[in-house]
């Protein structure tokens, strides 16, 4: 096994409510309508702390997402990880749903795709993951301002497709799309069983959509690069090894087929 490991940041607070550099020190990067990380935001002085990637503290209006990429390139480095996943949707202001966004700007599209750049350059050859709105790349553009070039930002792309957000909305239609997506960026599929956050299990609280999301990967298992899952529950515990290998066996039955 060629084993990775990536850390991650949430773009908003679901994961990082008590996060005080977000909404206490630095809140000017967080204040929209949905509370997510303002990439275009532009940040108050702050000389009073050392940061790794503002070693002087922060001058006056630097950009939040220059900062961001600034500091993530630096934490990558020191700390040994291969690479990082930017969790729902980091990068753009909004929440998961059509509509639920600033809706299109070129203003903020060109800032998007400046943000990955620099993401990528301070990366400096490690990985970039990036965790998608749930939506395809059509509503991404018209509703998040996504650039449609900066999809090849990414060495991964998860195409989300959770239980308990497509019971509004087919996964297939999101899958599509972004294995319709030329260039560098490998897609994964999303299986789920369970979530770490809540106490919820699809694998029997959502039982249909849990089996749809397992199909739908090997309908397209020789169009998708990998599959992205959760792999324990809120209290730490895995998803249970005869599940694993039932998937697995029909997922690589005829293996021989497949091209990648």
């Known amino acids: 096994i060629n084993l990775k490991v990536y850390d991650q940041i949430d773009s908003g607070g679901e994961f990082t409510v008590e996060n005080d550099f977000k909404y206490k020190l630095h809140p000017e990067c967080t204040s929209n309508h949905w509370g997510m990380w303002d990439i275009r935001g532009s940040m108050q002085d702050d000389h009073d702390h050392v940061y790794a990637g503002a070693p002087d503290g922060i001058a006056a209006g630097t950009s939040c997402g220059d900062f961001l990429a ?120 999303t299986l789920d069983y369970v979530d770490p956050w809540y106490s919820y299990n699809s694998m029997t609280d959502y039982k249909d959509c849990s089996r749809d999301l397992e199909q739908t990967a090997i309908d397209y298992r020789r169009r998708i690069d990998g599959l992205m899952f959760f792999a324990n529950d809120e209290v730490g515990q895995f998803v249970p090894d005869t599940l694993i290998k039932s998937f697995a066996t029909r997922f690589f039955d005829g293996v021989e087929d497949v091209a990648r």
Not at 78 to 105: A, K, M, V
Not at 120 to 148: A, H, I
Not at 158 to 168: D, K, L, N, P
């Open 70 to 189: 600034d500091q993530v390139g630096v934490y990558i480095r020191d700390l040994g990880f291969d690479g990082i996943l930017y969790d729902n949707q980091l990068g753009t202001r909004g929440r998961w749903h059509e509509f639920d966004g600033p809706f299109y700007s070129v203003e903020e599209a060109i800032a998007i795709d400046a943000f990955f750049q620099r993401s990528r350059r301070n990366l400096d050859g490690r990985g970039l993951m990036w965790f998608d709105s749930y939506n395809n790349v059509q509503v991404e553009r018209n509703t998040f301002s996504f650039p449609f070039g900066g999809y090849n930002s990414f060495d991964y792309l998860i195409a989300s497709g959770f239980c308990v957000t497509e019971r509004t909305r087919p996964y297939s239609n999101n899958l599509e799309s972004k294995l319709s997506i030329a260039g560098r960026t490998r897609i994964l599929a």
